[in-house]
Nanobody, 114 residues
Framework: VQLQASGGGLMQAGESLRLSCEASGIIFRFYDMGWYRQAPGKQRELVAAVTSRSTINYADSVKGRFTISRDNAKSTVYLQMSSLNPDDTGVYYC?????????WGQGTLVTVSS
């Protein structure tokens, strides 16, 4: 199983960025997918998740600014981020989950400067 996250970078506050995570080695459409982030010195936290049935939830801090989506045909989950602020800085990890199986990608760094 491999979750390849991409799209991170150095951004200015107010800008937009899209992260992608392509999965391989799993039957993607059956998995709940999520984006987590870990800021320096903090615990990893859920940013957004989309279930296999396309139910979506967001962390309160990103509601109205971030949009998660999935393309089952491409085995890819996306995180569209807008109105970025320095608090969004961190390593963003892709997660795939089904029953007791839980897989993580390697993370992609997003840095937002003010």
């Amino acid at each position: 199983v491999q979750l390849q996250a991409s799209g991170g970078g150095l951004m200015q506050a107010g800008e937009s960025l899209r992260l992608s995570c392509e999965a391989s080695g799993i039957i993607f459409r059956f998995y709940d997918m999520g984006w987590y982030r870990q800021a320096p010195g903090k615990q990893r936290e859920l940013v957004a998740a989309v279930t296999s049935r396309s139910t979506i939830n967001y962390a309160d801090s990103v509601k109205g600014r971030f949009t998660i989506s999935r393309d089952n045909a491409k085995s890819t989950v996306y995180l569209q981020m807008s109105s970025l602020n320095p608090d969004d800085t961190g390593v963003y990890y892709c997660n795939a989950r089904i029953l007791k199986a839980d897989y993580w990608g390697q993370g992609t760094l997003v840095t937002v400067s003010s």
